[in-house]
């Protein structure tokens, strides 16, 4: 539902190769699945890009999901990332791979999937935050946008602002006092009881130029533009 509004928002006219401009086919398999097609993208040699969930669980935990976070022997339940690129089940590992190591079919397929990026809300002595999903990293990445008390911006995410009120309710009353981590980000995305309903606000109730798209699907779609 997003992604022509996030392919037009990394489209230029000064760029000589633009997706806004190329044929795209957009199709929904689920990323948790994309590596039952590997031979097909092998054989028709088409670029490819691969938007997929970071989806981890705690393994000794009746495999729960869980904030994806370090040093605590999380896995991920994400069957692409695990029998295909980059290959591994491990959390800590998938966090720290570069941008060869999302790469397959001889680079024409590229995997991309939550990862931590900076944020200047993070708690002391952290700088950078991951979410599991894409909902919470649209959050992580945009929430001073959802955080504001702009009238435009009440509705965001129905009933009434159900996201903003959570995040008044869970972790401050002032945003100069904002401050989140992975368990808090989780905390919030909890308010989403209905993904679709999510997206349609993003498209309905926030302005184009206003939010960010997560840096995970930014830089794919940035390499499928090459």
């Not at 979410?131 to 504001?148: A, H, K, P, T, V």
Request: a negative charge.
């Amino acid at each position: 539902m997003l992604l022509p509004l996030m392919i037009k928002k990394i489209s230029s006219s000064k760029k000589e190769n633009n997706l806004i401009s190329e044929y795209i086919s957009v199709i929904e398999v689920g990323g948790a699945y994309a590596y039952k097609f590997k031979d097909l993208l092998k054989f028709i040699e088409v670029k490819t890009l691969v938007i997929t969930d970071l989806d981890s669980i705690d393994p000794g935990n009746e495999r729960s999901g869980v904030p994806p976070m370090t040093g605590k022997g999380y896995e991920t339940c994400n069957k692409t990332l695990i029998e295909w690129v980059p290959g591994e089940k491990m959390i800590d590992d998938l966090l720290e791979f570069n941008e060869e190591e999302k790469l397959g079919c001889d680079d024409m397929f590229r995997i991309a999937y939550q990862y931590p990026v900076k944020s200047k809300r993070c708690r002391e002595n952290k700088d950078r935050i991951c979410g599991r999903s894409f909902e919470e990293q649209f959050i992580i990445e945009n929430i001073d946008l959802i955080y504001e008390k702009h009238d435009k911006y009440e509705s965001f995410s129905t009933p009434s602002g159900k996201i903003k009120k959570k995040i008044k309710d869970n972790i401050t009353e002032n945003i100069d006092n904002l401050v989140i981590d992975e368990e808090k980000i989780d905390i919030i995305a909890d308010a989403i009881n209905n993904k679709p309903t999510f997206a349609y606000d993003i498209m309905l109730h926030l302005e184009l130029t206003d939010w960010t798209i997560p840096a995970y699907i930014r830089e794919g779609l940035e390499w499928l533009q090459e």
